[in-house]
């Protein structure tokens, strides 16, 4: 866990221990809005590090998400980008490759290293070429969403929601 995190973490017991001290009950927790509350502080604790540093590229994010190498992310992220240019209008697709950095160069070495060789029609041909990159299920059925979850978690919410309707 980075420092930032723990930081994160520390100050959400802070929180606790500031409520306990006014008298609230870590037994009243199990409320819908206690639960809400906990899991909002927690997840603002230990997971939004890595979505929410400024200038952080989705790739490096990726590459630590699933334990992947950078050459894996490339291919998949490039295969991903030509299953989108395949299955949208030009305008769409672009706004969306705007907000990955190399799209187009990416998109390239995937084609010239062999990994997409033609068009993408759908998300079985996606995953197909995730496992010619070593990438299988279950982990290749999450690859997608996860950088839908990185474009909306960056502010990239009309381009998030392209994608979502590529993917989804």
């Known amino acids: 866990m980075r420092e930032d995190s723990l930081s994160r973490l520390h100050s959400v017991f802070i929180v606790v221990g500031h409520l306990q001290t006014r008298g609230v ?3 009243k927790w199990s409320h819908p809005r206690s639960v809400v509350l906990i ?3 927690m997840c603002y604790a230990l997971g939004g ?3 929410s540093q400024p200038g952080r590229s989705v790739a490096p994010y990726l590459q630590e998400r699933f334990g992947l190498t950078e050459a894996q992310v490339r291919g998949a992220l ?3 980008l030509v299953l989108c240019r395949d299955r949208l209008a030009k305008p769409e697709f672009d706004d969306l490759a705007a907000q990955i950095p190399n799209a187009d160069q990416i998109m390239q070495e995937t084609k ?3 990994i997409v060789n033609g068009p993408l029609d759908d ?3 996606y995953e197909a070429t995730l496992r010619s990159l070593g990438i299988g299920q279950p982990l290749a059925s999450q690859f997608a969403p996860a950088v839908v979850e990185y474009l909306g978690a960056s502010g ?3 381009e998030r929601d392209i994608l979502a309707r ?3």
């Open 49 to 51: 590090y890595a979505l």
């Open 39 to 41: 899991w909002v502080l």
């Open 112 to 114: 010239l290293r062999g």
């Open 25 to 27: 009950s870590l037994r």
């Open 156 to 158: 990239y919410d009309h």
């Open 78 to 80: 490039g295969a991903l």
């Open 123 to 125: 998300l079985d041909d």
């Open 166 to 168: 590529v993917v989804h």
